[in-house]
């Protein structure tokens, strides 16, 4: 069974950091481009960032660049989110999702982040 | 603001027919395939609809997509109480270099 499963979440105060994880599992993880997608309490999707198979290539939405960092481990079917200098609009749950470019085929439960003094 | 335009909602009977329209630009729609995705409430979301048309095993044929120039369409058809959820359109923007998501439709089967 094709499973991702997110974990990390939590309360943090603004300027505070945060690791996201995802666990992949029932597929070849490094063969699938990985994304993260985000939803603020009440509100739409949002992408975040996405990586490339082999982690060559990243891209980050203009909201998040120069404070997150996606990352992923191949050898343990693992997708990272480095989140540095948190700040109250990036409250929400943090989805794992299988892909890149294109569709998402497959989604984690979701981790809450709560970013709050 | 998102960059996809969808209604914020739509209702529907039983049975009924419904469809939600998804307005993006040459950027993302116009060049690039269209997502759908169904979120039922306090669940993750579901893709529903890719490649602008096609539907992935398990998906009812009572979904459909379709795309015409920079705007996409989902229908729904045989309307049923399970299929109260929201639904988002998505797309890669060339020109942002990223997934870019509708704001969301919601829908409510009367």
């Known amino acids: 069974e094709v499973q991702l499963v997110e974990s990390g979440g939590g309360l943090v105060q603004p300027g505070g950091s945060l690791r996201l994880s995802c666990a992949a599992s029932?597929?070849?993880?490094?063969?699938?481009?990985m994304s993260w997608v985000r939803q603020a309490p009440g509100k739409g999707l949002e992408w975040v960032a996405n990586v490339k198979e082999d982690g060559t290539e990243k891209y980050y939405v203009d909201s998040v660049k120069g404070r997150f960092t996606i990352s992923r481990d191949n050898a343990k079917n693992s997708l990272y989110l480095q989140m540095n200098s948190l700040r109250v609009e990036d409250t929400g749950v943090y989805y794992c999702?299988?892909?890149?470019?294109?569709?998402?085929?497959?989604w984690g439960q979701g981790t809450l982040v709560t970013v709050s003094s | 603001q998102s960059v996809l335009t969808q209604p914020p909602s739509t209702s529907g009977t039983p049975g009924q027919r419904v469809t939600i329209s998804c307005s993006g630009s040459?950027?993302?729609?116009?060049?690039?395939?269209v997502n759908w995705y169904q979120q039922l409430p306090g669940t993750a979301p579901k893709l529903l609809i890719y490649?602008?048309?096609q539907r992935p095993s398990g998906v009812p044929d009572r979904f459909s997509g379709s795309k015409s120039g920079t705007s996409a369409s989902l229908a729904i058809s045989g309307l049923q109480s399970e299929d109260e959820a929201d639904y988002y359109c998505?797309?890669?923007?060339?020109?942002?270099?990223?997934?870019?998501f509708g704001g969301g439709t919601k829908l409510t089967v009367l």
């Open positions: 490649y602008d048309n």
């Open positions: 029932g597929f070849t993880f490094s063969t699938y481009w």
């Open positions: 999702a299988r892909g890149g470019r294109q569709q998402y085929n497959c």
């Open positions: 040459s950027s993302n729609i116009g060049s690039n395939t």
């Open positions: 998505a797309a890669w923007d060339d020109s942002l270099n990223g997934v870019v």
